[in-house]
């Protein structure tokens, strides 16, 4: 029956007014062909984001989060494929449309802020007409207008002195000014959803709080869903409402991230939150950390990828890898073992 | 026993005594020629400091602030501008490079980033061995079992030896700086950084491998970090900087426990949070960042910035005081002593 309905595209409103999920992903695939192998750099991922939801994506290097972002605005660098699955962003499959019609979405729909806002900013372009160029595109804004827009944009993301910051270069900035600018680029079109891939890695411990507070701010004025990547758990346990652990391209862990962090289920979650360095308890005892380094994307053994670095493995978890199942009211494992013996 | 300028005698417990370390670069032109005048960047302006044997100091603070200098003026990779570092009772800034080679090997680093600081031409076997051979420590026929000895001490494989860097991940390189580092039994062991590149459940790695190696050789340490979460893992001694001058020193627990600084507690509160911790998520203690220390504020550095900042702080520059036996600290809701203009 649900086959026969055509795939609707319902508006913004109408996904915050029901409380559909502003994106939707099913059992997404991502592979790099390369000289020596496949890479499988996400396999099996799902999750949904709730309009107003903070959901974080927590892993090492190399275990897929940057990638997973990536393909939620189809912008998986070649010679790289989403393989099998579906990303339904604000009511459409993002991967039956055209390159054209995924254009007019990246901006309204979905914009991602990047971890290096040197790299991601064009030097040769005035910061405030990156701004407005997508309000020229997308909104249809005359250049005055586009300009009034942006400059307002900058006050809101605290940039001091906007009119004459407006026509400056990105070399002009510092770290944490930066990464406002492509905040604001980012919120220019009002997107429903938000992809922060690491954005305050690169800064500062005082700036990083400023950061954190304006996304937080900017969640609750625009109700929109953020994706927020890190691999840092701290910054994971005080903003986001939900998280999901992954390694080596899959899922391994998800919940509400009180749940998750406080009663982790998984061997690596356990693991990643008892090597993380704290502010308090005893320092001089020497830190858990979990031995071994992540496997190799390519010829991923058959069964569970973390089963080498694993205390608790057993002869079974190297056949099989395990899918994610619930292990608490709303959390979910990807583990044969995690009940314990 | 030395008589240090201060009239204070050397003794011999300590390893390194820095007293008014001043390292200034040449900044940007004043003009708009070539010929005109160059600014000044103060990056190091006015830090004392004293490391005893076997103790490690921590050295934490933001982008620019001077930590990575205050490493290299001691080891005289760049040289100071003014001031004076006695180690194992010479002045290093008064001898020439020729008479500081013999004493290079008793001093080494470990560098920031694992990519940039190993020769991509060289075997990581090479690469260890290099200063024992420049050193002359071993004989030619003792020298690969000396590289294995060092390999196993940091935790590599020695049958690595013969392999490139890049066949290594992260976590693995900085084993081989490690090694590097510690070829030429040295002393005095500056870490600039050495964990900030890696991933979270290998920095417990490191941190682990480096705690373990202080205590069996009984190295003396200067770790430079701007997590204050690392330092406090690795460090007897801790000294915040901003703006080329120490701001606090004291023993780890005691900074730690009773921070004296505003610019020592913004930075503790900005460390991130549980949500579910019951601490209220403070607003951001500082707002915009550091000041370019080419034009720095008149005063006390951090006025500009300091949530409590007195009519005081915009004229008159506060000293480092001992606030109590051990605890220093540079402001005047402590101490009205200020630096002679």
Excluded at chain 1, 290 to 295: E, K
Excluded at chain 2, 67 to 77: A, D, H, I
Aim: aromatic share 6%.
């Amino acid at each position: 029956m649900m086959e026969l309905l055509p795939r609707r595209a319902p508006s913004g409103e109408e996904c915050s007014a029901r409380l559909l999920p502003v994106i939707d992903v099913r059992n997404l695939q991502v592979r790099f062909p390369t000289r020596d192998g496949v890479v499988t750099a996400l396999d099996g991922l799902s999750m949904q984001v709730m309009p107003g939801e903070i959901v974080g994506l927590v892993g090492e290097s190399g275990c897929g989060k940057s990638t997973a972002a990536l393909s939620f605005m189809r912008l998986i660098p070649q010679p790289g494929r989403i393989t099998a699955g579906e990303i339904v962003l604000d009511g459409q499959d993002i991967l039956k449309l055209s390159d054209r019609e995924m254009r007019a979405l990246r901006g309204p729909s979905v914009a991602m802020i990047f971890q290096d806002a040197l790299t991601a900013l064009d030097p040769t372009m005035p910061v405030g007409k990156q701004i407005a160029e997508p309000l020229q595109l997308h909104k249809g804004l005359a250049a005055a207008a586009a300009r009034a827009r942006a400059i307002e944009l900058f006050g809101q993301v605290g940039i001091p002195d906007p009119e004459r910051r407006f026509g400056q270069y990105s070399h002009q900035f510092s770290g944490g000014m930066r990464q406002r600018v492509m905040i604001a680029v980012a919120l220019s079109c009002g997107p429903r959803l938000l992809l922060a891939d690491e954005p305050t890695t690169a800064l500062d411990v005082t700036v990083q709080r400023q950061i954190l507070r304006l996304i937080r701010q900017l969640r609750d004025t625009l109700n929109a869903g953020v994706v927020f990547i890190t691999h840092d758990v701290g910054v994971v346990a005080e903003l986001c409402t939900r998280v999901i652990v992954m390694y080596a391209g899959r899922a391994v862990e998800a919940g509400p991230t009180q749940a998750v962090f406080t009663h982790p289920t998984h061997p690596y979650t356990a693991g990643l939150l008892s090597s993380t360095l704290e502010l308090t308890g005893d320092r001089s005892l020497p830190l858990y950390a979990i031995p071994g380094l992540p496997p190799e994307l390519i010829d991923l053994p058959a069964g569970c990828a973390f089963a080498p670095r694993c205390p608790r493995a057993d002869p079974e978890c190297w056949n099989a890898a395990p899918i994610l199942e619930p292990s608490g009211p709303q959390q979910s494992v990807a583990c044969w073992r995690w009940k314990g013996d | 026993m030395i008589q240090v300028r201060d009239g204070t005698a050397l003794d011999d417990s300590l390893v390194i005594r820095a007293r008014g370390l001043k390292t200034y670069y040449p900044g940007p032109h004043k003009g708009a020629w070539p010929w005109s005048g160059r600014l000044t960047v103060k990056a190091v302006d006015d830090v004392s400091l004293d490391i005893r044997r076997g103790q490690t100091l921590g050295l934490v603070g933001e982008s620019g602030c001077g930590k990575t200098t205050v490493g290299r003026s001691l080891l005289q990779l760049v040289r100071p501008t003014a001031g004076e570092v006695f180690f194992e009772g010479q002045d290093l800034c008064k001898l020439k490079d020729a008479e500081l080679h013999p004493l290079r090997r008793r001093m080494q680093i470990i560098f920031q980033d694992p990519y940039a600081s190993l020769d991509s031409r060289c075997t990581i076997g090479f690469t260890i061995s290099e200063g024992l051979l420049i050193h002359k420590l071993v004989p030619p026929a003792e020298l690969r079992d000396r590289v294995a000895d060092l390999m196993v001490t940091v935790g590599l494989n020695p049958a690595f030896e013969n392999r490139y860097p890049h066949e290594f991940s992260g976590g693995q390189r900085q084993r081989v700086g490690i090694a590097r580092a510690l070829a030429t039994s040295p002393t005095f062991i500056v870490g600039d950084e050495p964990i900030s590149a890696l991933d979270v459940s290998i920095q417990a790695q490191i941190i682990n491998l480096l705690r373990t190696l202080r205590d069996k050789l009984n190295l003396t340490m200067l770790f430079i970090s701007h997590d204050l979460r690392a330092v406090r893992y690795l460090s007897d001694q801790v000294a915040v900087m901003y703006l080329g001058k120490v701001a606090e020193m004291a023993s780890t627990d005691e900074l730690f426990a009773n921070p004296l600084h505003p610019y020592t507690q913004a930075l503790l509160g900005s460390v991130p949070k549980p949500s579910w911790s019951g601490v209220e998520i403070e607003a951001p203690a500082l707002s915009g960042d550091v000041p370019s220390p080419i034009n720095p504020p008149r005063g006390c550095y951090f006025s500009t910035r300091c949530p409590r900042v007195m009519p005081r702080c915009g004229e008159a520059q506060p000293a480092l005081v001992e606030a109590s036996p051990g605890h220093k600290v540079a402001c005047f809701l402590i101490s009205a002593a200020a630096n002679p203009v």
